[in-house]
T-cell receptor, first 114, second 113 residues
Framework: GAGVSQSPSNKVTEKGKDVELRCDPI?????LYWYRQSLGQGLEFLIY????????KSGLPSDRFSAERTGGSVSTLTIQRTQQEDSAVYLC????????????FGSGTRLTVV | AQKVTQAQTEISVVEKEDVTLDCVYE???????LFWYKQPPSGELVFLIR??????QNEISGRYSWNFQKSTSSFNFTITASQVVDSAVYFC??????????FGQGTELSVKP
């Protein structure tokens, strides 16, 4: 596609439920990144993919968070047993390769855990 | 360890004033890249500029200019003759060859008419 697409744009979920956030990167972009932005905060790195593999998962906050990427394209970030502190905007970005390229970001998914 | 510091949390100016957003970074790598992104109220991050560690030339693009100084590990961003549409949160970021983009905490710029 022309840009990075994320869905849903907004998600309200009850505490304890699982959620899945989806990211469609720009066609041909092999690198894909997930970031989290809490209200009024900077961007917190979560995980990145090169192709389907994830060389760096260091930013995932807990084992309730997982992500996968299939076919070198779409990625899904799953949060199990959501907690209120998981409420944030989850941003996805893609780039042609890992390294020193400008990332293109999606509009994000605003997750609210009630 | 890599780190990006944007000491200014919020800046408020009146339209047509010039404003400089500060960015200081830390890295042990000799090859790295610096970025500025703009995040308007709509929330989407907009790429503004990339600069590599070997190119210390300042850059000007319209009302925007960037001053990269390796000696002070700074990559400051100046908006000349600010406009209301410049109101946004601006992020400075750093990446090395490992590929992870590290962001500063952001500076919220408010330009009042």
């Amino acid at each position: 596609g022309a840009g990075v697409s994320q869905s849903p744009s907004n998600k309200v979920t009850e505490k304890g439920k699982d959620v899945e956030l989806r990211c469609d990167p720009i066609s041909g972009h092999t690198a894909l990144y997930w970031y989290r932005q809490s209200l009024g905060q900077g961007l917190e790195f979560l995980i990145y993919f090169q192709g389907n593999s994830a060389p760096d998962k260091s930013g995932l906050p807990s084992d309730r968070f997982s992500a996968e990427r299939t076919g070198g394209s779409v990625s899904t970030l799953t949060i199990q047993r959501t907690q209120q502190e998981d409420s944030a905007v989850y941003l996805c970005a893609s780039s042609l390769v890992t390294g020193p390229n400008g990332y293109t970001f999606g509009s994000g998914t605003r997750l609210t855990v009630v | 360890a890599q780190k990006v510091t944007q000491a200014q949390t919020e800046i408020s100016v009146v339209e047509k004033e010039d404003v400089t957003l500060d960015c200081v970074y830390e890295t042990r790598d000799t090859t790295y890249y610096l970025f500025w992104y703009k995040q308007p109220p709509s929330g989407e991050l907009v790429f503004l500029i990339r600069r590599n560690s070997f190119d210390e030339q300042n850059e000007i693009s319209g009302r925007y200019s960037w001053n990269f100084q390796k000696s002070t590990s700074s990559f400051n961003f100046t908006i000349t003759a600010s406009q209301v549409v410049d109101s946004a949160v601006y992020f400075c970021a750093l990446i090395n060859q490992g590929g992870k983009l590290i962001f500063g905490q952001g500076t919220e710029l408010s330009v009042k008419p």
